[in-house]
Structure formats: structure tokens, C-alpha cells
Nanobody, 124 residues
């Protein structure tokens, strides 16, 4: 059974940091791109950052310079270090998995597997 389990969300003040984790099981983790997406109330789900199986990375403009994505294949886990958080970062954050890498990795419909999400709330 494929599982993606996010953790590390919470309530933090603006300017603070959080590290999200995405633990994967049930598929060949090393072969997959892992993406982080977020969805704020009333808004569409949007791509935040992705990492390929060869450590190529993508960051949305909103994440550049503040967020860092990394993966530990030995632990089947991807991390999203989020610094200098802003109230507009408030959302449910999801991780997702897809085989391959290309311009489509920023599109939610490209992904095969999804986690349940973790809430991030940034207070002003």
C-alpha cells in the first residue's frame, strides 16, 4: 500500500521556521520525484517545491530564498525547511509523488500519490 505521511506542521509566528517531513512507503522511493504543494482556504492547490530522484530541485517564486527541499533516500523521507515564514504561507501542505521529472512537475494532476496534509499556520 502506498503511503505518504506529512508531519511537522504547526503554529508559528511570522519570521519563524518549520521543517516539514514526508515519509513514504509502498513504492520505490528512489525512482520518484517528490513535490510539496499547499492549499489555502478558498484557493487552488499550488506547487511549492519539488525534488527529483537525482536531487534536481524546483522552487516556486514564493519559496525561493526561504524554503529548502531535501531528501534522504535511506529513510524514504523528503524534508521542506521553511524559514522566514509569512502569514501568506498559511495553508495545508501536502506531499506527492510521481515518477520522472519535467516541466509538468509543478502540475498537481501529474502526481500519482498524495499524503493527507499537514496544517501550517503563520501568525502576524
Amino acid at each position: 500500500e502506498v503511503q505518504l505521511v506529512e508531519s511537522g506542521g504547526g503554529l508559528v509566528q511570522a519570521g519563524g521556521s518549520l521543517r516539514l517531513s514526508c515519509a513514504a512507503s509502498g513504492f520505490t522511493f528512489d525512482d520518484y520525484t517528490i513535490g510539496w504543494f499547499r492549499q489555502a482556504p478558498g484557493k487552488e492547490r499550488e506547487g511549492v517545491s519539488c525534488i527529483s530522484n537525482s536531487d534536481s530541485t524546483y522552487y516556486a517564486d514564493s519559496a525561493k530564498g526561504r524554503f529548502t527541499i531535501s531528501r534522504d533516500n535511506a529513510k524514504n523521507t523528503v524534508y521542506l525547511q521553511m524559514n522566514a515564514l509569512k502569514p501568506e504561507d498559511t495553508a495545508v501542505y501536502y506531499c506527492a509523488a510521481v515518477a520522472g521529472w519535467g516541466p509538468w512537475i509543478v502540475t498537481t494532476s501529474s502526481y500519482n500519490y498524495w499524503g493527507q496534509g499537514t496544517q501550517v499556520t503563520v501568525s502576524s
